[in-house]
Every structure is written in C-alpha cells, then in structure tokens.
C-alpha cells in the first residue's frame, strides 16, 4: 500500500544559474568576454541563465557597451551602481540581485575562463554547495604579490578561525542555500573570501590556471592590498587583541625582571649615575610597544564605527533589465 506521503513529489522545476560580473573600467574586454562566456554556456546543463553585470561606477564606455550588449542578449541585466564602492560591494549587490537557483561569481578580464562554468554547474549537480576555482599558476603576477598572498594566507590561517583556502579567488559557484546565506550576512567590512569560507556547507574544490588579464590593467596596488589584508584579519580574528595583552604581561615581567638586576647592581656596585642608554632604549621601546598596541584597538575601533552607521553597502543608479512577457498557457 502506498502511504500518503510516498505520492508527494516535487513539481519539476525549471533551474536558473545568475553569472554575476563585477565590472570596473573594463571597455576593452567586455565583448569578447560575454562572446566566449555565451559559447561557454552552450553546453551548461541549465534551463535558463540570466547575466548579471555589476557596473561598478565606470569611468569609460563600459556602461553604454553594457547596455548595447543587453539590448542583443535578453538575458542579460545590468546593475548600474551610484559610484565606485569596490568589488566586494559590486559581489555583494549581484548576489543580492540574483535570482538563479545557483550563481556563478566571474571576473570580466578573462583571467577566470568562463569555459569552466558547465563543469561547476556539474558539481552544483552532484549535490556541492559552493564550488571554488583554486589556481594552479600565478605566472602572470609579481614576486611580490605571491609572496605577500602565500604570507597572508599562513598568518590568517595560524591565528583566525575559519579556514580560507589559498590561491582561491572570488570565481566561484554558490547555490541557492549559499546565496542565501551570504545574504543575510549585514557586516560592512566585507572580506568576502573570509565570508565565503565562513558559510561551511559542502564544497568542492576545482583547480585550473589562471592567465593573464586579456587587456586593461588591474585596479589593485600594494597599498589597497595591505588594507584589504588588514580587513580580512580584523574581521575574522580578534587575536591581535589578545597578542596585545600578552605582550603587555611580557614586558611588564621584563622590566620587573630588569628593576630587580638594577636594584641588585646598584647596591653592589653603589653606582647610581650611568644608565642613561638603557634608560633611553627602555622609554622608547615601551612607548612603541603602547603606540602598537594602540594602533590594533584603533584598527578595530574603526570598523566598529563603520558597522555602527550602518550605512548601505551600496546604491543602485538603474537596473537595465528586460521584461519578459510570459504567455500564460491554460491546459
Ligand atoms: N572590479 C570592480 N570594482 C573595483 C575593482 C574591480 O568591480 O573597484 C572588478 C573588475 O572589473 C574585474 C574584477 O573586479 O571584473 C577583478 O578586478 P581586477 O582584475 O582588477 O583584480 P585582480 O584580477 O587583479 O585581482
Ligand atoms: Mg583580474
């Protein structure tokens, strides 16, 4: 006998994939890069895709070669944001603006092949909610910029909680479960890589070598690199903040330690006078050590008053969309 229950099935439904592309300055690549992202779709077992581009406060062309493409391509949509708020927030409003049963995460400057997408929406299928691209090559990039990111990944590894896996950027799959829940995220320091690793649920990992930006340049230098490692430490580890305490127990044992032998000496020796570089190197080692541990409450504090406004991540200029009319068919 069938029980109710064994009859209930669920209505198939047709799936949405969102492609999210943050786009900063990127005139000359943006067409061939939607050519080859729509060949690459071809062979994506979806049913239906929609393009979302995230104008992040364009400069040049990009915009108005954004909206001619979309007049051509109707699955394509775009995110005209008020000014430039940085890819983080660009990621944040297309993922806020998907409506796709999973979406895709990719970089318009080709160095994330789109030929890669059908093998991600395969692993979506075999039940993974987040499928990330780790690179295999780093050729393309400065000395500087590999040894700096494998630094980062091991400190951030040793001392903050969640695991971020190394060599793995922002291009990435992310069901709807995962959408969801990056969504409800409200912080407004967004280290997105951090957030990602966050959000735990099964994931799997996809290697594949990176290539060099087809044109343009990238948008990040040494100084924005610096800052964007600072926010992933201070907003996934409060552990400068312990380190800070302990070295203050330290020094303060050190210098009992020192007052002790100074005290010794100078009833032994009964010399009271000498003493001014060891004085002089005492002050100002000190006074470093409180400026330093200043500067990491100050490093917090300050995210602190930017989570405190709780001003939005971003404004939306337009959404440039096209509406669909559904024929409405009556069995
Ligand atoms: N991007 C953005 N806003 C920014 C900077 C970059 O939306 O403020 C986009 C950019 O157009 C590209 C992606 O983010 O699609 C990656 O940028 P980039 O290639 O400069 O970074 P890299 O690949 O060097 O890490
Ligand atoms: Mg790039």
Request: proline share 4%; aromatic share 10%; hydrophobic share 45%.
């Amino acid at each position: 006998m069938m029980r109710e229950r064994d009859t209930v099935f669920q209505a198939p439904r047709r799936s949405l994939l969102s492609i999210i592309v943050p786009v900063f300055n990127e005139q000359e690549v943006l067409r061939e890069f939607h050519s080859r992202l729509s060949a690459a779709l071809v062979s994506a077992q979806v049913d239906e895709i929609e393009i979302l581009f995230v104008n992040d406060g364009s400069t040049d062309e990009t915009l108005g070669i954004l909206r001619e493409m979309a007049r051509t391509d109707q699955r394509i949509q775009v995110i005209d944001l008020s000014r430039n708020f940085g890819k983080e927030a660009a990621m944040t409003a297309g993922l806020e603006f998907a409506s796709g049963d999973a979406a895709v995460i990719i970089d318009a400057d080709l160095q994330d092949p789109p030929e890669l997408i059908p093998q991600m929406v395969e692993e979506w299928r075999n039940g993974f909610d987040m499928v990330y691209m780790r690179r295999l090559s780093r050729q393309s990039e400065t000395w500087l910029k590999k040894t700096s990111a494998s630094a980062f990944y091991w400190l951030m590894g040793l001392i903050g909680r969640v695991q971020v896996p190394e060599n793995v950027g922002d291009f990435r799959l992310l069901s709807r479960r995962a959408i969801d829940a990056l969504n409800r995220m409200l912080e407004r320091t967004r280290f997105m890589k951090g957030l990602f690793a966050w959000i735990g649920f099964p994931a799997k990992e996809i290697a594949y070598h990176r290539e060099p930006r087809q044109a343009g340049k990238t948008k990040w230098n040494y100084w924005q690199l610096w800052n964007f490692a600072l926010e992933g430490f201070t907003s996934f580890t409060i552990t400068p903040l312990k380190l800070a305490s302990y070295v203050g127990v330290l020094t303060s044992l050190a210098s009992l330690l020192y007052g002790l032998f100074v005290f010794l000496k100078t009833l032994l020796t009964g010399d009271p006078v000498p003493g001014y570089p060891s004085l002089i190197v005492v002050i100002a080692f000190l006074g470093g050590l409180q400026l330093l541990a200043l500067g990491i409450i100050g490093e917090y504090l300050g995210r602190m008053f930017i989570e405190a406004k709780q001003r939005p991540l971003y404004l939306v200029n337009r959404h440039y969309k096209t509406i669909k009319r559904h024929t409405l068919s009556l069995v």
